[in-house]
Nanobody, 117 residues
Framework: QVQLVESGGGLVQAGASLRLSCAASGMLFSSKPMYWYRQAPGNQRELVASISSNSGSTTTYAHSVKGRFTISRDNAKKMVYLQMNSLKPEDTAVYYC?????????WGQGTQVTVSS
C-alpha cells in the first residue's frame, strides 16, 4: 500500500527557510515522478514543484516559487524534499507530496507551513 508522510512544516517569519520532507513506502519509488502541492485556506490545491523519476534531472516550479524553492529526491531513502528559502506570507499553506500510480493519485496527510510578516 502506497504511503506518503510529510514532515518539516512550522511557523516561521518572512525571509526564513524550511525544508519539507516526504517519506514514501509501498511503491517502486525511483521509477515515479514526485510532486509537491500546497493548499491555502479558500484556495484550490496548486502544484508547487515536480521532479522526474530516477535521477530527478528534470524539475519544474510554479512561477511564484521559482528561484526560492528547490525540489530534490533521494531514491535510496525513498525521500523527496522541498527546500524553501526566502519564505513569504503568501507561502502559508498546507503542503502535500504526491505521486501517481496506475492512474491514481496518492497524497500524504500534509504539513502546515505558516509564514508571519
Amino acid at each position: 500500500q502506497v504511503q506518503l508522510v510529510e514532515s518539516g512544516g512550522g511557523l516561521v517569519q518572512a525571509g526564513a527557510s524550511l525544508r519539507l520532507s516526504c517519506a514514501a513506502s509501498g511503491m517502486l519509488f525511483s521509477s515515479k515522478p514526485m510532486y509537491w502541492y500546497r493548499q491555502a485556506p479558500g484556495n484550490q490545491r496548486e502544484l508547487v514543484a515536480s521532479i522526474s523519476s530516477n535521477s530527478g534531472s528534470t524539475t519544474t516550479y510554479a512561477h511564484s516559487v521559482k528561484g526560492r524553492f528547490t525540489i530534490s529526491r533521494d531514491n535510496a531513502k525513498k525521500m523527496v524534499y522541498l527546500q524553501m528559502n526566502s519564505l513569504k506570507p503568501e507561502d502559508t499553506a498546507v503542503y502535500y507530496c504526491s505521486c501517481r500510480l496506475k492512474s491514481r493519485d496518492y497524497w500524504g496527510q500534509g504539513t502546515q507551513v505558516t509564514v508571519s510578516s
